[in-house]
């Protein structure tokens, strides 16, 4: 089972990354996580995010719900423990679009995951695509890219780290990522003594 972590500064694309991505491997689902931020169009709960209130949320995560959590931009984040259970159980992949802070956490909780920080081509793209998003005021984007900077500063820190200059290519450099993490040696546990005991 693959543990893929894919975390960036806000604006970067890291959701249509992902998504690409999850279209060309079906096995690899996506870790839909628990938010106290609103909707935002298009997107539908249960599906993007499970959309929850901040009591709803402060409560599973003192009952020990989250594999991690954390506060971002003013809204809580966190990865259900029930989810990665459940595709451990029946061997799925999986995708974690998550926040640099959670991305911490997640690699703490889940050290076998395979950790990828995806990168924007410049500063001066990042902020135009976050104002071409159309969906928040210029406090919230100041505080974005307030937020981002410091973000920056962990990218070293992942175990690979991605450009979203073209999408496509994004895209194919996560995938030789995730195909490569297929391959390790932890993953093919059975396959190896299979082999083993086949040969004496």
């Not at 628990?34 to 003192?62: I, Q």
């Not at 450009?163 to 993490?181: C, G, H, Q, S, T």
Request: overall charge positive; some cysteine.
């Amino acid at each position: 089972m693959v543990l893929l972590i894919l975390a960036a500064c806000s604006g970067t694309g890291k959701g249509a990354v992902g998504a690409r991505l999850r279209a060309r491997y079906p096995a690899l689902k996506l870790s839909v996580s628990h938010t106290t931020r609103s909707p935002r169009p298009g997107e539908v709960d249960g599906v993007h995010y499970h959309f929850v209130d901040r009591a709803t949320f402060e409560a599973v995560a003192r009952d020990g719900g989250f594999l991690e959590w954390a506060e971002y931009a003013g809204n809580l984040y966190g990865t259900a423990r029930s989810t990665v259970e459940a595709a451990r159980s029946v061997g799925h992949d999986l995708l974690f679009d998550v926040e640099v802070v959670g991305a911490g956490n997640l690699r703490k909780a889940e050290p076998a995951a395979v950790s990828v920080f995806l990168l924007p081509p410049s500063w001066a793209e990042l902020e135009r695509r976050l104002r071409a998003r159309g969906t928040e005021d210029e406090g919230r984007i100041q505080r974005r890219l307030a937020t981002g900077r410091r973000e920056l500063a962990q990218a070293a820190s992942f175990d690979y780290v991605v450009v979203n200059d073209a999408l496509d290519a994004a895209v194919d450099d996560l995938a030789a990522i995730y195909r490569a993490a297929k391959l390790r040696a932890a993953g093919r546990r059975r396959t190896i003594e299979a082999l083993r005991a086949e040969a004496g």
